[in-house]
């Protein structure tokens, strides 16, 4: 019998096969699956209830696949939510510092007061037993928002608003903690009119001082 050539170039059609359409690599849309999937889960259910074998169902992978990218539960959680934030915390060049800063500041006050607010309390507070959490909250999330801040800063040293000499990580720590301080101890409000006072009080000095120069 012999096979008709229309029905062996659609065969695929006849079987229900469909082409995959152009674009992302599926190992990429794969992995994209498995940080949705987690972003929900921990929306959803919360970081303690989250495993691996449940996101790689909800993901539609097998575990092992989750584990190609993730070592553990900490790294994954922490890569979902720096991916689900960081083209929102870029540093701008407003041409100050206080400029840079505060803008970026206030994008994560906003981030904090969302729904992304809780993963970010779930990796902090889990890590205070866990070092795996804080480890990678640090290496994932915290560490490239820094070096990007010390760019920031080297536009302000080379505009003269800050020293040679100023030490970057206790000028940041200096900005930052406080936000951190709020969003976690909850005894006063987290706001961007706290932000523009907060940039104002810590660079103050700074500014100041490059004006009498």
Same mark, same amino acid.
């Given at each position: 019998?012999?096979?008709?050539?229309?029905?062996?170039?659609?065969?695929?059609?006849?079987?229900?096969l469909k082409k995959r359409a152009?674009?992302?690599?599926?190992?990429?849309?794969?992995?994209?699956?498995?940080?949705?999937?987690?972003?929900?889960?921990?929306?959803?259910?919360?970081?303690?209830?989250?495993?691996?074998?449940?996101?790689?169902?909800?993901?539609?992978?097998?575990?092992?696949?989750?584990?190609?990218?993730?070592?553990?539960?900490?790294?994954?959680?922490?890569?979902?939510?720096?991916?689900?934030?960081?083209?929102?915390?870029?540093?701008?060049?407003? !041409?100050?510092?206080? =400029? @840079?800063? &505060?803008?970026?500041?206030?994008?994560?006050? $906003?981030?904090? #007061?969302? *729904? /992304?607010?809780?993963?970010?309390?779930?990796?902090? !507070?889990?890590?205070? =037993? @866990?070092? &795996?959490?804080?480890?990678?909250?640090?290496? $994932?999330?915290? #560490?490239? *928002? /820094?070096?990007?801040?010390?760019?920031?800063?080297?536009?302000?040293?080379?505009?003269?608003?800050?020293?040679?000499?100023?030490?970057?990580?206790l000028l940041l720590d200096a900005?930052?903690?406080?936000?951190?301080?709020?969003?976690?101890?909850?005894?006063?409000?987290?706001?961007?009119?706290?932000?523009?006072?907060?940039?104002?009080?810590?660079?103050?000095?700074?500014?100041?001082?490059?004006?009498?120069?």
């Amino acid at each position: 019998m012999r096979r008709d050539k229309g029905s062996k170039r659609n065969g695929g059609a006849v079987l229900g096969l469909k082409k995959r359409a152009p674009g992302r690599p599926r190992s990429e849309e794969a992995r994209q699956a498995i940080l949705r999937s987690t972003l929900q889960f921990l929306q959803s259910r919360g970081f303690s209830e989250l495993t691996i074998e449940a996101v790689a169902s909800h993901a539609g992978v097998g575990k092992a696949t989750v584990y190609r990218w993730w070592p553990n539960k900490a790294a994954l959680v922490a890569d979902a939510f720096a991916e689900s934030v960081v083209p929102e915390l870029h540093f701008p060049d407003t !041409g100050s510092l206080i =400029g @840079d800063m &505060s803008r970026q500041m206030q994008q994560v006050v $906003r981030i904090f #007061r969302s *729904r /992304r607010g809780r993963i970010v309390a779930a990796l902090l !507070g889990g890590g205070q =037993g @866990d070092r &795996s959490l804080l480890q990678a909250f640090r290496d $994932r999330f915290l #560490r490239p *928002r /820094r070096q990007e801040a010390y760019a920031t800063l080297q536009r302000a040293i080379a505009r003269g608003e800050l020293p040679k000499s100023v030490d970057q990580d206790l000028l940041l720590d200096a900005l930052y903690g406080p936000i951190y301080m709020r969003f976690l101890i909850r005894h006063d409000s987290l706001n961007g009119d706290f932000v523009q006072h907060l940039c104002r009080m810590v660079l103050a000095d700074f500014k100041s001082s490059s004006s009498k120069r």
